[in-house]
């Protein structure tokens, strides 16, 4: 038998007033370190800023949400596009990692001076390129966009800045 989710429950007992529910990441880097919201019934607006893109769930039997990713740039560098053919692309919040093609990751190494250790699967700097990384403070901006019907409409561009992937790795 269906059981109804546990936001239906909260909807149907008046706990919260709508089915709908917003999340943000977060950003340990900004503001007060905050490092995500979920807020059930509704959404928090301070997080966010206007914007007019929609972007769909396509369901399949995947049921994951599908963006397309048109260019990656950053500032800063002597790089052009890190993006070498946009394309469609799965985004997964539970995870903390960029699946890009490999040009697109050359392309970065390049521009940043990264070096990828086999052995953790990861990019690795040392104490001197991530000393001129912060020094240099790129901002990387992703410009996204939503698929209808075979083109690509109200796309948007989301930056980050360098301390965006200033990360230290480490055993949960």
Known sequence: DNSPSYLTLLYESDSIPSLSYGYTAGAQYRFDEVIGSLVLGGYDSSLFEENNITIPFYYD????LTVALLAISATNTTTGSLLPTKDLYLIDPTISQLWLPLEACQAFEAAFGLVYDNTSELYLVNDT?????????????????????STFDQQINITFPYAAFDLQVSYP
């Open 129 to 149: 390129q991530h000393n001129k990384l912060k020094q240099q403070n790129s901002n990387i901006t992703f410009t996204v966009a939503a698929l209808r019907e």
């Open 61 to 64: 039997q995947t049921l994951d």
